[in-house]
């Protein structure tokens, strides 16, 4: 933090030059003064920032520029963080900055436009260290280095410059730094045009009356600073909060013979002086400054001019550390925050720039986080000295200065015992946890792994078990770690009921949507019963306005959903619509996300100081950033989410495909800068599907789950939507001829438990993302065991859909597999493999049945090479490539969904799915010809083209047939089935949604004669058909559809056929006046 009225009277006095004359040199920056910077930077700075949360759109890639710059220049960097806390902190209101907001506020709900982004812009900014992680992850990632000071960035800075060989050549720093003895001072840094400015010590002496080393500091000190408030006299008490100037504060200083000592007793009858104890104040700082704590080199941590430094340095700075504590707080490992509560004996709690002062937020802040608090500093401690483990540490919140809230450390069992069984080396991991495929240090590797009986029984580390040295061993046991404190995993290294919650909500997302995180923060929300529809904020604006009211307390739930997972925006600030409420409820999620973030990096050091892992390394900072909770969430996704669901009641027929179209299009001018509107929507519903899953196995902890079954009725199952999910489901049934069994409530006691025929049940959900892989190798399962159904009955139950029979045998989550003998309703649970060999060899063993192979249906994929290529792209068919090697891991991962993608589009003759193995002699030329480097490349080649669009998105089933639907206007669906819209044609059903909803259906049959003539449609006729007997009779089109669903339901139907009946169900849906297409 500046000197400020030294900043102000410097302008005029400082340097410029080129900043190629620093070739070859090493630039020190003190990171808090440079991020300051760019929030403050007219340039650079986001108005609405404050308004929003969360960190700057474009602060990454200005950063990223800037230190491109520098590199090309030849210019080295090494950034120095702020460290612990230091001296006695006051805790000073920010009335008038809470001022500024309010009147900001107050602008935008006035509808000031004009006023508002300036109101906003001039009211603050976020504290810097806000964004140290994410600033130090860029660092990492961009090869430059980067350390954390002791305490002061400032006086490490000094120490870095100084000595006969100095780590850097100059200082970017505040001025502050100018309090050490730094000569010369950059003040700023320029990169258009790229240029620096800079002053010196020396000038500053001179011009202030040529005052001496000494003069210079304290006058510095009494400006006011880091070390010290400002001297109380030089402040105008008609202007509270404003900074002192030079030019009225030299004068006192002179006047009292340049002696800080002498000014302070000159007034030290004064209320204010009495008050602060304002002279005492100055003498710790004045001591705090000549003698503050560095970490030189060699890692030693100590104070400057050690030779005249007080025995009680540690009174005046804070309680002393271990020197290796020390040198993680250096690397990054760990934040301040847990060291400066057992150092301080204080957790002060104040209230962040532009945070509404609710009483949900005081709550949270100062009770409902406190175990989560006390679990970081008593697992801290368990490694640190005695002292600290007995401390008693006060709560001190803003709103309560007198609480008597504490945390008491002595009496609370050793934290770390607790987890210290978990010390897994990779190696010894069980092939099946091995060939999970997510990251060893995610959250779902962590749930999944547990879910591999072999893995449970084999999870506890032994006192001999050597220290852990690969990264992804740290990670992953780090995971475990902060999962089993956190209550997801018990002490016998099962998941728990929260546990099995989580574990279903990440089964349910794609690994490309990045929504992990989000995710664990909603499930901790949901544990803090944080995340729901209590109308906390209804005394501000920016709720939900448009609707029933179930309809708005549906919004509200799915927004604050929508709310813990970021908006993708473009890297430039935003502009859009705001909402207070939202805003509120972004800063509940960023202090449990900031708790989470404390006790995740105390695990690490934990594990450090006690051994677990090998300190010799020199990956430090790649370890910290790749731990999780860095990100700050904005309120910006739950804002686009409420203004989407809010805009729909507008329509006329607010949940038809085109209502959809329209509110979908108007969010391009609403978030002109996001990266896709209906992209942000699509990342919001997905994260609300994973979290409603975990909340419907969230266990009878959860009271709300009916609450979440109707939100997501609202969000999801419409009834066009239940219908085109029937129809899908029956269609591509039908069309698979699958040999598993479905049981409902009705078939299930004659099929398994009175047939006198053993039975393998499944017992599963839609939206299981587990139950998803299944599926494939459940299904060739009973197509082994087909010849044998005599004997043995494979089947499955949609547990989901029919909960009574899930509850009836104890089914507590997804996907659950149990043995059924034919004589009796107790089953034997499955606990093995989930792979055809393992569940072959169960059934083997149970009956002496052996399988036999099912013979293989002929693929779908074209494979091309050289000569074939040029026959199939360029022709009049779409062709999606998929470039593989046969060694390549992702290739063979992506093999099945690939065969399912064939199949899917088998009936679809103009587009292809083709394959090229790139290693094959006859296609070597062409994997060159396209470009490919790694495997697997996907291309798109649109038909008649020869120029391919690179694929990026997704691997799944669903993603591809998305975006081969898109691009050549087919409908396809996951099973080969038809979409909600194939057959219809959007003209017409304009016109049937106006008519049929107004009642004027003999009109409605002239209007769609008129607009179908003409129209080469093979269905166009069809719409004519269906309006003509629908003005004859009124229930027609329902009847209709009813009939066509038993077509399909009773199965043997040609495939084309199929596609025929699901064209004209889909469109006779256009016509039942009271059916909502629901498709978010």
Not at 117 to 136: I, M, N
Not at 800 to 809: H, M, Q, T
Request: hydrophobic residues 40%.
């Amino acid at each position: 933090m500046p000197i400020r009225p030294l900043d102000e009277w410097a302008v005029g006095r400082t340097q410029s030059l080129p900043l190629a004359s620093l070739k070859d040199s090493v630039i020190g920056i003190d990171a808090s003064h440079y991020i300051n910077q760019h929030l403050l930077n007219q340039s650079t700075r986001e108005a609405l920032l404050g308004a929003l949360g969360g960190f700057p759109f474009a602060l990454r890639a200005n950063i990223e520029k800037e230190l491109q710059v520098l590199k090309n220049l030849g210019v080295s960097c090494i950034f120095v963080f702020n460290g612990l806390e230091f001296g006695k902190k006051e805790q000073r209101a920010q009335s008038q900055s809470s001022r500024s907001f309010e009147q900001a506020w107050d602008l935008y709900d006035q509808q000031q436009a004009d006023q508002v982004v300036d109101a906003f812009s001039s009211a603050g900014t976020p504290p810097p260290e806000t964004l140290f992680r994410f600033l130090q992850r860029i660092l990492v990632q961009n090869g430059v280095q980067f350390m954390v000071a002791p305490y002061s960035a400032a006086a490490q800075l000094y120490y870095l410059a100084s000595g006969t060989n100095p780590v850097i050549d100059s200082v970017y720093a505040p001025s502050e730094a100018l309090l050490f003895d730094i000569d010369k001072l950059i003040t700023r840094i320029d990169t258009e045009p790229a240029q620096f400015f800079w002053i010196t010590k020396q000038t500053c002496k001179e011009e202030l009356g040529r005052l001496s080393d000494e003069q210079f500091l304290e006058f510095c000190l009494l400006l006011g600073s880091p070390f010290l408030r400002s001297f109380p006299l030089f402040e105008n008490p008609a202007f509270p909060g404003k900074n002192p100037t030079i030019r009225d504060a030299l004068p006192m200083f002179n006047a009292a013979g340049r002696s800080a000592l002498t000014l302070c007793a000159q007034f030290d009858e004064d209320r204010r002086m009495q008050e602060l104890q304002y002279t005492d104040l100055y003498k710790r700082a004045y001591m705090v400054v000549k003698h503050h704590v560095f970490i030189d080199v060699e890692g030693r941590v100590g104070p400057l001019d050690a030779e005249n430094a007080p025995s009680d340095v540690h009174e005046l700075i804070g309680q002393r550390l271990p020197e290796e504590l020390y040198f993680y707080l250096s690397k990054g490992i760990l934040g301040a925050d847990v060291p400066n509560y057992l150092t301080s004996g204080q957790v002060r709690v104040t209230l962040p720039l532009g945070t509404e002062d609710t009483e949900i937020y005081r709550q949270l802040v100062g009770d409902t986080l406190t175990p989560t608090r006390t679990q970081s500093m008593s697992l801290l401690a368990n490694s640190l000295h005695r002292f600290y483990q007995t401390k008693v540490i006060e709560i001190r919140p803003w709103f309560d200065e007198n609480s008597e809230r504490s945390i008491t450390l002595k009496g609370i069992p050793s934290v770390k015992e607790t987890i210290q069984s978990w010390r897994l080396h990779g190696d010894k991991l069980p092939e099946g946890v091995k060939n999970i495929k997510t990251p060893r240090g995610s959250f779902k590797f962590a749930v999944q792994s547990l879910s591999d009986s072999d893995f449970v029984a084999k999870s506890f580390a032994t006192k001999d078990t050597p220290a852990l040295s690969s990264q992804d061993d740290i990670l992953s046991n780090v995971m475990w770690r902060f999962m089993q404190l956190r209550g997801y995993i018990d002490d016998k290294h099962k998941l728990t009921s929260w546990g099995q919650c989580l574990s279903q909500a990440l089964s349910a997302i794609d690994p490309a949507d990045n929504l992990e995180e989000a995710i664990f923060l909603a499930i901790e929300m949901l544990r803090l019963n944080l995340l729901n529809t209590k109308p906390w904020f209804s005394h501000v604006s920016g709720g939900p306005m448009r609707g029933s009211e179930e309809d708005k307390t549906f919004n509200m739930l799915i927004s604050r959903v929508a709310c813990i997972a970021k908006l993708q925006h473009k890297s430039i600030g935003y502009s859009g619509p705001l909402s207070r409420q939202l805003l509120c409820y972004r800063s509940l999620i960023s202090e449990v996300r900031s708790a989470l973030r404390n006790l995740v990096e105390v695990v690490l050091a934990s594990m450090l100081l006690s051994g677990d892992i090998d300190r010799d390394r020199d990956d430090w900072t790649q370890v910290a950033i790749k731990l999780p909770f860095i990100d700050d969430n904005d309120c910006g996704l739950g804002i686009a989410v409420r203004t989407y669901l809010d805009d729909l009641p507008l329509q006329a027929n607010s949940t038809s495909p085109e209502a959809r179209a329209d509110v979908k299009a108007k969010g391009k001018d609403w978030f002109q800068h996001s990266e896709s509107f209906t992209g942000n929507l699509d990342l919001a519903f997905k994260l609300w599907d994973a979290v409603y899953a975990g909340t419907q196995n969230a266990g009878r902890e959860f009271k709300e789950s009916k609450l979440w079954e109707d939100a997501n009725k609202y969000n999801m199952a419409r009834l066009s939507y239940l219908l085109f999910g029937a129809l899908t489901a029956l269609s591509g049934f039908a069309n698979a001829g699958s040999a598993v069994k479905d049981l409902i409530p009705s078939n299930f006691d004659d099929v398994v438990l009175k047939s006198g025929k053993p039975a393998l049940v499944e017992f599963f959900a839609p939206w299981c993302g587990h139950c998803k892989t299944l599926a494939p190798v459940y299904e060739e399962l009973a197509q082994t065991f087909a010849f044998a159904e005599d004997k043995v009955t494979i089947a499955k139950v949609d547990a989901d859909e029919n909960r009574s029979l899930g509850k009836r045998f104890g089914v507590q989550g997804f996907p659950t597999v149990k043995w059924f003998d034919g004589k009796s309703d107790k089953p034997e649970e499955y606990k093995g493999g989930r792979d055809i060999d393992s569940l072959s060899a169960f059934i083997t063993e149970k009956t002496g049945v052996k399988p036999r192979s099912a013979q293989k249906e002929a693929s779908n994929v074209e494979f091309l090479n050289d000569v074939s290529f040029k026959t199939t792209v360029g022709t009049d068919k779409d062709v999606l490539v998929a470039f593989t090697a046969p060694w390549c891991g992702h290739c063979k991962s992506l093999a099945p969904t690939w065969e399912s993608l064939a199949n899917d589009f088998a009936r679809e003759s103009n587009v292809v799915i083709a394959k090229v193995d790139a290693e094959a002699e006859n296609a070597r030329a062409l994997t060159k010809e396209q470009g490919v480097t790694g495997y697997p490349t996907i291309k798109f080649f649109p038909k008649g083209s020869t120029e391919p669009e690179t694929y990026s998105g997704a691997r799944s089933e669903e993603a591809f047939i998305k975006f081969i639907n898109q691009k050549a206007g087919t409908h396809r669906a996951p099973g080969g089935g038809l979409d909600a819209t194939a057959g219809t044609i959007a003209v017409l059903d304009k016109i049937v949604s106006e008519h049929v909803a107004a009642q004027k259906l003999d009109k409605l049959v002239v209007e769609v004669k008129k607009a179908a003539e003409g129209l080469e449609d093979k269905y166009a006729e069809y719409y004519v058909k269906a309006a003509d007997k629908l003005s004859k009779n009124e229930g027609y089109a329902a009847k209709e559809v009813a009939r066509l669903q038993k077509i399909l339901a009773k199965g043997g139907s040609a495939p084309e056929k199929l596609d025929d009946i699901v064209s004209r169900s889909n469109i006779l849906s256009r016509f039942v006046g009271d059916v909502k297409h629901d498709e978010l």
